[in-house]
């Protein structure tokens, strides 16, 4: 069974930063590409960011673009996402998930195969 397990989250300050971590364990598998959504209460669950191993390439969501930076080592590394000028619209339940096809699009839930249970954002006004 794949886990992917986020760390980091907490409550800051708008202006502030924050950086999540994500570590995956259990058996092994080939992941095409790794990122992170984020749900707000009430919300659906929206796309942030997201990193390919092949290429290093990232994608950013507009609304974090130029603040939040996605990274990783290699795909046996953490993925980390650094969240830079927090603002408390970027308040939310941040997941890490996994996704073994490099078809379909980048902002799917429906795309991404293994996710974790979530990490607590929450940015103070």
């Known amino acids: 069974q794949v886990q992917l397990v986020e760390s980091g989250g907490g409550l800051v300050q708008a202006g502030g930063s924050l950086r999540l971590s994500c570590a995956a364990s259990?058996?092994?598998?080939?992941?095409?590409?790794m990122g992170w959504f984020r749900q707000a209460p009430g919300k659906e669950r929206e796309f942030v960011a997201t990193i390919t191993w092949s290429s290093g390439n990232t994608v950013y969501a507009a609304s974090v673009k130029g603040r939040f930076t996605i990274s990783s080592a290699n795909a046996e590394s953490p993925v980390y996402l650094q969240m830079n000028s927090l603002k408390p619209e970027d308040t939310a339940v941040y997941y890490c998930a996994a996704r073994k096809s490099r078809f379909g699009s980048w902002y799917a839930v429906t795309e991404y195969d293994y996710w974790g249970q979530g990490t607590q954002v929450t940015v103070s006004s």
């Open positions: 259990g058996r092994t598998f080939t992941s095409y590409a």
